[in-house]
């Protein structure tokens, strides 16, 4: 199995940016699709981008507005969330998880086999 650690997160104002790590042991990362996903308080998990194993993404353009992107350093055993033009909105804890044995790109957060402790983030106004 692999163990997720994210970092990065903190209090930013509207408007500011913030670059999430997820860093991996155990296994490595480019053995797997990364994905990020975010849950703010009272709200279901919600899908925010996906990257596959030869580094093609998929994101929740309809959510973020392209605002998000998400990228991989395998040398670093090593997964980022660039955060840009942020807004309460934003405001959840940020998980970073890892789905084994697939290939194509996955946005439902069931599918995927394992998460990180999660790093918060809070954009205030």
């Known amino acids: 199995q692999v163990q997720l650690v994210e970092s990065g997160g903190g209090l930013v104002q509207t408007g500011g940016s913030l670059r999430l790590s997820c860093v991996g042991s155990?296994?490595?990362?480019?053995?797997?699709?990364m994905g990020w996903f975010r849950q703010a308080p009272g709200k279901e998990r919600e899908f925010v981008a996906t990257i596959s194993r030869g580094g093609g993404t998929k994101s929740s353009a309809a959510s973020l507005k392209g605002r998000f992107t998400i990228a991989r350093d395998n040398a670093k055993n090593t997964v980022y969330l660039q955060m840009d033009s942020l807004s309460p909105e934003d405001t959840a804890v940020y998980y970073c998880?890892?789905?084994?044995?697939?290939?194509?790109?996955?946005?439902?957060?069931?599918?995927?086999?394992?998460w990180g402790q999660g790093t918060q983030v809070t954009v205030s106004s």
């Open positions: 998880a890892a789905a084994i044995g697939r290939t194509t790109l996955e946005s439902r957060p069931n599918e995927y086999n394992y």
């Open positions: 155990g296994r490595t990362l480019s053995n797997y699709i």
